[in-house]
Every structure is written in structure tokens, then in C-alpha cells.
């Protein structure tokens, strides 16, 4: 950190690196709009049409009828219409298959003597779309939150043979806290006892704590140690997303930051 630059700062230039910002800009300028004199410029426009009717007039034979032009602008329409809903209804199967919004629930949990879970849930009751587990013991990641700010990079390699496969569905990722390298993450599915502590903390929406082992209280890897709170979901591409813990009262940067690349 150098001199000069706030606490919270240096939490958002590794991100700047991948991912783009763009700035709104609005255009406060109105347009003029030119008043024209309505009578003179009806009344030379309608001796104009005048004499180009006289010109263009084509006498039409007794008898014979004249069939008016139909335009069938209802079908049209209806044509619009359906065309339309066509399209939001792809736009909304397409946005279901993502998995996760911009405002997701985010946990890590862990025994003691164990190793860290992270999970990203759309909502609380929904199952995690991204689970892994982490090779950094439990412990040293809370003496880690504990000294301050906290970023976790996850980093997975691009292979040709899996242009289709999600960044969310990378099954290896190379881990590194605070910039140190703490090995190598693994997906997992969310089996019955990583759902059995996601449904114990259902309830909560954001804090930190400690739940039982096992009915004594403790289990052969100690207490089971969580942090849970809502994180902003930032997409810089297909093969970066950010993912920002968010303070209650809006003070501040985030204490907890997650970055997942793809190179």
C-alpha cells in the first residue's frame, strides 16, 4: 500500500486489471426545435396539391367499381406482439441458465481442524451454484479475516476442449490468499452434509459464528466455524467474475473480496 492511498483501495486494483467499468454519461442538451408559420405554410401546400392533382387525375370508365386498398395492420401487430414475447421468453431461460444474479448469498464454513467451504447461493433456500473446497485450513483463514482485508483468487486454466463449460463449472481452481498461493481448490456437489449446514444457516443473512460438531458439542475436527453475508456478483467477461462482500451500512470497502479467472 503506498503512501497516501486509502485502507479500501487496494482492493479494487487487482480487479481494475480484468475487469472494465463504463461510465454513464448523460446528455442534459435539448434539442431546438425550429417554429414554422402553420397558415402560410399550409396554404402554399395545399395549391401545391392542388395542381398536382389536376396533372396526375385519370378519368376511370362508368360502371366500374373502385376496391380500396386493405392493410392488414391488425395481423401485423399480433405478428409484432407474438415476436416479442417470443423474445423476452428466451431472454428469461437464458438468464434462469446463468444460476446467480448481481446480489448473491456467499458462506464459508469449515471445521477447526479442517479445511474452508465456499458457497455461492442465488437465495438462501436454493441450492449452492458454486461450491468448493478450498486447501486453506480453517483456521488460518480466520486469523487472516481476523488481521483485516481478505482477497481470495481463484485461477483456472482455459483448455481448448471445453469451449462450452462455464466458468462456475470449472472442476480445479489454484488458489491464492492475499496474494500467497494456499494450493489448489475443488467443486463439489452439495451433498447431504454440506446442505445440512447451509439449511442450519438459512436463517441467517449476514454473521459469523460457530455451530456444534456433533450433539457434545465437539467432533473429531472441532467446531464447525462459518461467515455468511450478501456479495455483489461483478461479470467482467466470460472468463472473469468478482464477487464483493457488502457492508451493512455501506462505509467503506469490502473486508472479504473473491476474484475467479480463467487464463
Keep these: 500500500m503506498t503512501k497516501g492511498q486509502l485502507p479500501h483501495d487496494s482492493s479494487f486494483s487487482f480487479s481494475r486489471r480484468y475487469f472494465h ?67 423476452l421468453t428466451v431472454f428469461g431461460k437464458s438468464r434462469s441458465r446463468s444460476g446467480l444474479g448481481t446480489r448473491v448469498m456467499g458462506t464459508l464454513f469449515g471445521y477447526r481442524r479442517g479445511h474452508v467451504h465456499l458457497a455461492f447461493q442465488e437465495e438462501p433456500k436454493l441450492s449452492p451454484a458454486f461450491l468448493i473446497e478450498l486447501a486453506t485450513p480453517t483456521s488460518v483463514l480466520v486469523r487472516e479475516m481476523a488481521s483485516g482485508l481478505v482477497r481470495i483468487a481463484l485461477e483456472c486454466e482455459k483448455k481448448t476442449e471445453k469451449k462450452g463449460l462455464k466458468m462456475l463449472e470449472e472442476p480445479l481452481w489454484r488458489t491464492y490468499c492475499n496474494g500467497k498461493k494456499c494450493g489448489f481448490a475443488m467443486k463439489r456437489d452439495c451433498g447431504p452434509g454440506e446442505w445440512k ?47 464483493y462482500m457488502m457492508n451493512p451500512d455501506g462505509s467503506g470497502g469490502p473486508e472479504l473480496s473473491i476474484y475467479l479467472l480463467r487464463v
Excluded: C
Aim: charged share 30%.
Design 21 to 87: 467499468w463504463k461510465k454513464k454519461v448523460e446528455d442534459d442538451e435539448e434539442d431546438d426545435h425550429e417554429i414554422l408559420n402553420f397558415n402560410s405554410s399550409y396554404s402554399h401546400f395545399s395549391e401545391e396539391l392542388e395542381k398536382d392533382e389536376q396533372e396526375l387525375r385519370i378519368p376511370v370508365p362508368t360502371g366500374t367499381a373502385l376496391i380500396p386498398a386493405i392493410i392488414p395492420r391488425k395481423k401485423h401487430s399480433l405478428m409484432s406482439v407474438s415476436k416479442l414475447r417470443s423474445a
Design 197 to 243: 449446514v447451509l439449511k442450519a444457516l438459512e436463517p441467517i443473512s449476514m454473521g459469523a459464528g460457530v455451530l456444534p460438531g456433533s450433539e457434545d458439542g465437539v467432533g473429531a475436527e472441532g467446531e464447525l466455524m462459518y461467515m455468511r453475508a450478501k456479495f455483489e456478483r461483478v461479470a467482467g467477461s466470460k472468463d472473469s467474475e468478482a464477487f
